[in-house]
Every structure is written in structure tokens, then in C-alpha cells.
């Protein structure tokens, strides 16, 4: 990832998906090139990300003899937050003419907002071990304030503007997975401490991150921990009887989990050892969903 332009404004036409988030992205604003990790580093980049920081609002200090004799106000006024702005441009293929990128946006959606946002957690997991920032969180389509995809000219993309575009709604079905279980009683118990979570919860979240961005290797060993951790704690718990059918299938993909974890070291995964890792995670997710639904 480094710095870099684009063609000029005469040039062809370019696809891009621009979203729009709550706060700042982390990466300094600017133009970053993006290679696939299989390509060569003098290859032609596929894509060009672009970050900006719109509406921050300028924090003054205050001088150090007042600092401690301001008082707060009973109910002050929200302060102002800044909106981060990533736009995904993908130079590998630009379009004919207008016409083919007129057919193409006609049809594109969700599928290239995903696509791109896949992009871009690329670009900020890259910062997240750039700068050893655990607290730098990827991008969910559930969080965007505005999507949008078109085409445009070269800088004109570039700078935030474009030829044609259009903004995706996000459907009212588009449910994240953990909103089907309707958590707020659970929540309450969390919170109000008759309940604690089980380890194996926190990291089979970690393994679902990992897995969803693609990054299969960190996801194998994420999941050995996490079925070990499901196994022990579920065993022990409470409910256990209820879930015993579902503990002995755990027991089960211990071994090709292991398998999977220990090539995760040497380096990149066989489709089978991935499917193993996929599969044993879907069951210790299955599981924790059983266990919560026996809660209620």
C-alpha cells in the first residue's frame, strides 16, 4: 500500500464504491495503491483507495489556568464527530465508454459494495499491523451512513466526484447474525452480572473476523483455541445436558481442526483444511446459539 494517483481527467472511466462512516478510518488522507498479495510488486495496481476526513471539527485547549474551574453544562450539545470517507476504485478494468459503464452500473450492487468492502478492510487490516493498533476495527456494511457506487474520470473519482453514481439502501432483511437471536434479555443478564461470557464466545468472534476477511491461517489457529475453550467451558456449564449431542460433534473436528492449525503455521491452507476450519466454526457458532436460546 503506498501513495499514488491516477489517470487525468481525459482519460477512461473508472468503477468505484464510496462509503461513509461515523468516524475517522484511521489511515491518513490520501491515495494509496493496492496490489493483490499474489502479485508482483512492480505489477499495476488493481485498485486506488482513497481516505478523507470530512466535517472535523477543530478542538481548541484551553488554557491551563482554567482547565479547573470549568464546569460542565447539566446537558451540553453533542460534539461534533468526523465522518470518514473511503472511496474503492478499481483500475485493473476500466470500462470501454460510457455505454459499457452505464450497463454495468444498471446491474451492479451489493455484491460490488462487498467486494469493495472487502478492499478496504484489506487496506485497513494493513494499517492495523502497520501502526499495532488492536482497537483499529474493520468496516461492516451495517455501519455505513452512505453507500454508493458509480464511474468516473480519473481525478475526478479521485477527488469525491464522479460521471454517474448511485446509492445502495441497505435492506430491511439484511440482519447480522447475532441480531436473529434478539440479545436484549441476555444483554441484561451480562450487565447486570447473573451471567458471564464464556471464553470461547469472544474467541469465536475473533475466528468469524478473520475468516470473513480472508484471512484463513490466523482464522485456523483462532478456532483450535475457540473449540478447545467451547468444549471445556460448555462441559461445565449448566445447560451441558441439553447440549450434550452438540458437545460430542465438537469433540469431533478436534482432530482436523488441529490438522488445519498446525499446516496454518507452515503456510497457506489446502480447500480441505479450510472447509474443516469453516465447519468447525459454524458448529461452536450452532452451539453457543443453542445455549443462548436454552437461556431465555
Known amino acids: 500500500m503506498g501513495s499514488?494517483?491516477?489517470?487525468?481527467?481525459?482519460?477512461?472511466?473508472?468503477?468505484?464504491?464510496?462509503?461513509?462512516?461515523?468516524?475517522?478510518?484511521?489511515?491518513?488522507?490520501?491515495r494509496y495503491l493496492l496490489r493483490q498479495a499474489s502479485?508482483?510488486?512492480?505489477?499495476?495496481?488493481?485498485?486506488?483507495?482513497?481516505?478523507?476526513?470530512?466535517?472535523?471539527?477543530?478542538?481548541?485547549?484551553?488554557?491551563?489556568?482554567?482547565?479547573?474551574?470549568?464546569?460542565?453544562?447539566p446537558e451540553p450539545d453533542p460534539t461534533p464527530v468526523s465522518t470518514g470517507r473511503a472511496t474503492v476504485i478499481g483500475v485493473a478494468h476500466p470500462f470501454?465508454?460510457?455505454?459499457?459503464?452505464?450497463?454495468?452500473?444498471?446491474?451492479?450492487?451489493?455484491?460490488?459494495?462487498?467486494?469493495?468492502?472487502?478492499?478496504?478492510?484489506?487496506?485497513?487490516?494493513?494499517?492495523?499491523?502497520?501502526?499495532?493498533?488492536?482497537?483499529?476495527n474493520p468496516v461492516?456494511?451495517?455501519r455505513l451512513?452512505?453507500?454508493?457506487?458509480?464511474?468516473?474520470?480519473?481525478?475526478?473519482?479521485?477527488?469525491?466526484?464522479?460521471?454517474?453514481?448511485?446509492?445502495?439502501?441497505a435492506s430491511v432483511a439484511r440482519q447480522r447474525r447475532s441480531r436473529l437471536l434478539h440479545p436484549q434479555a441476555r444483554l441484561a443478564r451480562l450487565l447486570g452480572g447473573r451471567e458471564q461470557p464464556l471464553v470461547c464466545e469472544e474467541l469465536a468472534l475473533r475466528a468469524r473476523l478473520d475468516l470473513d476477511h480472508e484471512r484463513p491461517r490466523e482464522a485456523a489457529l483462532q478456532v483450535l483455541v475457540a473449540l478447545d475453550a467451547a468444549i471445556a467451558e460448555l462441559a461445565g456449564d449448566p445447560g451441558s445436558d441439553a447440549l450434550a449431542s452438540r458437545i460430542e460433534e465438537l469433540r469431533e473436528q478436534r482432530?482436523?481442526?488441529?490438522?488445519?492449525?498446525?499446516?496454518?503455521?507452515?503456510?497457506?491452507?489446502?480447500?480441505?483444511?479450510?472447509?474443516?476450519?469453516e465447519?468447525?466454526?459454524?458448529r461452536i457458532e450452532a452451539t453457543l446459539r443453542a445455549r443462548a436460546l436454552a437461556g431465555e
Open 279 to 282: 465447519f468447525a466454526l459454524e
Open 4 to 30: 499514488g494517483g491516477l489517470p487525468g481527467r481525459g482519460g477512461p472511466l473508472f468503477p468505484f464504491t464510496q462509503v461513509e462512516l461515523p468516524w475517522a478510518l484511521g489511515p491518513p488522507d490520501g
Open 145 to 169: 451512513l452512505v453507500a454508493r457506487i458509480g464511474y468516473g474520470r480519473g481525478d475526478q473519482v479521485a477527488d469525491g466526484h464522479w460521471t454517474e453514481a448511485r446509492e445502495l439502501v
Open 255 to 277: 482432530d482436523p481442526v488441529a490438522d488445519a492449525a498446525q499446516a496454518a503455521l507452515a503456510g497457506p491452507l489446502s480447500a480441505g483444511e479450510q472447509d474443516a476450519i
Open 96 to 136: 470501454g465508454d460510457e455505454r459499457d459503464a452505464q450497463a454495468w452500473l444498471s446491474t451492479a450492487g451489493e455484491q460490488q459494495l462487498a467486494d469493495d468492502l472487502s478492499v478496504l478492510n484489506s487496506a485497513l487490516h494493513a494499517f492495523r499491523v502497520a501502526t499495532a493498533d488492536p482497537y483499529l
Open 140 to 142: 461492516g456494511r451495517e
Open 39 to 73: 502479485e508482483e510488486p512492480e505489477a499495476p495496481p488493481s485498485h486506488v483507495l482513497v481516505i478523507a476526513t470530512l466535517g472535523a471539527a477543530q478542538r481548541r485547549s484551553l488554557p491551563r489556568r482554567r482547565a479547573r474551574t470549568l464546569q460542565a453544562q
